[in-house]
C-alpha cells in the first residue's frame, strides 16, 4: 500500500470529515504516518494525520475534543487516546486507514473487524 502524508506532500483535506474509528495508538500512529499535523491552543483536534493514499483517497486521523488543546488541563494527553477519529469525503477513507494499520502495524486486523469498525459510524 503506498501513502503520502502531510509530511511529504500538501494533502487537500478540507472538506473532509467523520467517517469512522480506529483504535491504535498514538505511537502506532506516529510510526506508520510519521509526526502529526500542529495544532493550536484552543483547537478541537490536538494531533491529526493527514493521508493521500496512491488510489487518490484522502484520509486523515485525529483525536476530538478530548485533548489538552480543548479540554484544558482536564483532557487526555497523546498516550491516553486510543479511539481516534477517521476522516475523509466518503467511508473508503476507514477502509484504507484501517488497511494501512492492519498491513504494517497490526497482522492481527481482519476483514471482519475492518468492517465492523467502518459500520460504526452508522450507529
Known sequence: ?????????????????????????????????????????????????????DNGVIATVYNWKNGPSYMGPAGKTKDQITEWHIGGLDTKSVSMVLLAIASTLQPDFTPAIIQAQTNRTAQ
Do not use: C
Not at 470529515?17 to 498514538?26: I, M
Not at 509526526?35 to 493527514?50: H, I, M, T
Open 1 to 53: 500500500m503506498i501513502f503520502k502524508t502531510h509530511n511529504q506532500t500538501e494533502v487537500p483535506f478540507a472538506g473532509t470529515h467523520l467517517q469512522g474509528y480506529v483504535d491504535t495508538t498514538y505511537d502506532d500512529l506516529v510510526s506508520l504516518f510519521g509526526e502529526p499535523v500542529r495544532s493550536y491552543p484552543g483547537s478541537k483536534v490536538d494531533w491529526q494525520w493527514a493521508i493521500l493514499f
